[in-house]
């Protein structure tokens, strides 16, 4: 006895001890289930957010070096024609994107030598054109030096001028940024792809040129690009709670399945009709759904005469039967004797009636489903 109840103790803690181990067993594979799914929505949010920026967001700034050129002077020193250059901006994709309005600016280099000061204003021209040379839009410019005294030429000269003994960091030289288009935007079914620069001007010295392109960004492109952190927070904390939400779906309905088959047909080997046997009742038959897999590939017609048979031959039996029988020719019987009333007079002659038997209502047959109920009377 004692033996036998030390063996119930040990088997009752080996299952107490199998039992937590497989409860140990299913909450580490619901943790590993779990990171593995968060660090997936994580990471495919990370790849939807800059995924869409790259595509909805261009690039600020397309910059493009202007080499000028221009035609010597055989017999004089300097220049004897205008600058000019052309600059191809693209030959196979389109550059710059549809609907986009981009600020197109010449930024030139000048020194702040005595003859650009002498100089003065000067034009710059420039064409933009299209595949084949096709003429898209041309701007005009003027430009000029900005205007030193001496005075402040002199100090800010003393002051940096270590600097400017140190090398090229600084220089005395002007930076003119001329912007020749304003919110500029481009065709898609004629894009840009080459730009003539135009400096009207022979006697303009310059040290170089290049052309900016700049997108003029407005609305959600702005918050995007100059607020970088903010909307990648919102962005894919965004797309975190809609992939959780559809990942969440997608679990309860792996564990949660509710799926009801329902095969609907009458199977000749169980099928139960249940016949009521009272006269004055309506008889109600009811065909339970099949089972067997022979019988699911009748048509839905066959399966109707099918039911109609069986109904048939049932009302048959029931009719044949002494009781109903009985039932069913005495209450003809007496819906089809003659009934006479006598007039209010004595003696005047009768008047005779006679009645029919209600009529029998058809047959009613539900339609389709579960369980097929045929009624009749």
């Not at 197109?104 to 000048?110: A, N, P, V």
């Not at 099949?290 to 009302?315: C, P, Y």
Request: proline share 6%; aromatic share 12%; with cysteine.
């Amino acid at each position: 006895m004692a033996n036998n109840l030390l063996s119930d103790v040990i088997d009752g803690y080996r299952k107490q001890v199998l039992l937590a181990a497989f409860s140990f067993k299913d909450w580490v594979y619901r943790v590993f289930a779990f990171l593995l799914t968060t660090s997936f929505i994580l990471w495919l949010s990370v790849f939807i957010y800059v995924t869409f920026y790259y595509s909805y967001v261009p690039a600020i700034s397309h910059i493009r070096p202007v080499h000028l050129e221009f035609n010597s002077c055989q017999d004089a020193i300097g220049v004897c024609s205008n600058p000019f250059a052309n600059v191809t901006l693209t030959n196979q994709r389109q550059l710059l994107q549809s609907n986009q309005p981009y600020n197109i600016i010449l930024d030139l280099e000048l020194p702040e030598s005595e003859a650009n000061k002498q100089l003065g204003m000067f034009m710059v021209q420039l064409t933009l054109t299209g595949k084949n040379g096709k003429f898209i839009a041309a701007s005009k410019r003027s430009a000029m030096l900005r205007y030193k005294s001496w005075i402040l030429h002199f100090l800010g000269t003393v002051m940096f001028s270590p600097a400017m003994l140190l090398g090229p960091v600084m220089e005395e030289k002007q930076t003119l940024k001329v912007e020749m288009f304003s919110e500029f935007l481009e065709a898609p079914d004629n894009p840009v792809t080459n730009v003539r620069v135009e400096i009207e001007s022979r006697w303009l010295q310059l040290y170089s040129a290049k052309l900016r392109i700049q997108a003029e960004f407005m609305g959600l492109r702005y918050f995007m690009f100059y607020w970088p952190t903010l909307s990648a927070t919102i962005g894919i904390s965004t797309h975190v709670v809609l992939l959780s939400f559809l990942v969440g779906y997608v679990w309860y309905r792996l564990l949660n399945p509710n799926q009801v088959v329902v095969r609907v047909g009458l199977n000749r080997a169980t099928s139960a009709v249940t016949l009521s046997t009272v006269p004055s009742q309506p008889t109600i038959a009811t065909v339970e759904p099949q089972q067997s897999d022979d019988a699911q590939s009748k048509t839905l017609e066959q399966r109707r005469m099918e039911a109609r048979d069986i109904l048939m031959k049932e009302k048959k039996r029931q009719l044949t039967s002494p009781g109903v029988f009985t039932e069913r020719v005495r209450s003809r019987s007496f819906s089809t004797v003659p009934a006479m009333a006598r007039s209010p007079s004595f003696g005047s002659p009768l008047r005779i009636q006679e009645l029919t038997p209600a009529p029998t209502p058809p047959m009613m047959e539900e339609k389709e489903g579960t369980v097929k109920r045929v009624t009749f009377e």
